[in-house]
C-alpha cells in the first residue's frame, strides 16, 4: 500500500513536472515526429502538428517505381489510379517495364 501511495504522488509530481516543462517537450517532440513520421504517417500525429507546424498537409506518397517517400506535392501522378513515382524517370522506367513484361 505504502507502494501505490509513493506511485501516486510520484506521477502528480511528474504530471506538475511536465506542466512545467511542456513547451520544451513539444519542441522535441515535434523533432522525433519528424523523423518517426518518415515511417510512419498516422493520421492522428498529423492532427497534432496542425497547430504548429507551418505546413501541416504534408502528406508522403511512394514511388511505384524505387519505392521512395516523397510529398504529394512533389510526386508524379501517372492518372491511372493512384500510380505516383518519384520523378520522371521512376515514371518511364516503370512504363518501360510493364511494355516489356507485355511483350515477353
Ligand atoms: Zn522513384
Known amino acids: 500500500l505504502k507502494f501505490l501511495i509513493i506511485a501516486a504522488l510520484f506521477s502528480l509530481l511528474l504530471l506538475l513536472l511536465y506542466s512545467r516543462v511542456y513547451p520544451y517537450l513539444n519542441f522535441l517532440r515535434k523533432l522525433l515526429g519528424a523523423s518517426r513520421s518518415m515511417g510512419q504517417a498516422s493520421a492522428g500525429s498529423d492532427a497534432r502538428f496542425h497547430t504548429a507546424a507551418p505546413k501541416p498537409e504534408r502528406k508522403l506518397v511512394r514511388c511505384l517505381s524505387c519505392g521512395t517517400w516523397v510529398p504529394a506535392e512533389r510526386a508524379l501522378a501517372?492518372?491511372?489510379?493512384?500510380?505516383?513515382?518519384?520523378?520522371?524517370?521512376?515514371?518511364?522506367?516503370?512504363?518501360?517495364?510493364?511494355?516489356?513484361?507485355?511483350?515477353?
Open 78 to 104: 501517372k492518372g491511372v489510379g493512384n500510380a505516383v513515382y518519384c520523378s520522371r524517370e521512376c515514371r518511364e522506367k516503370s512504363a518501360d517495364s510493364n511494355e516489356r513484361k507485355i511483350a515477353g
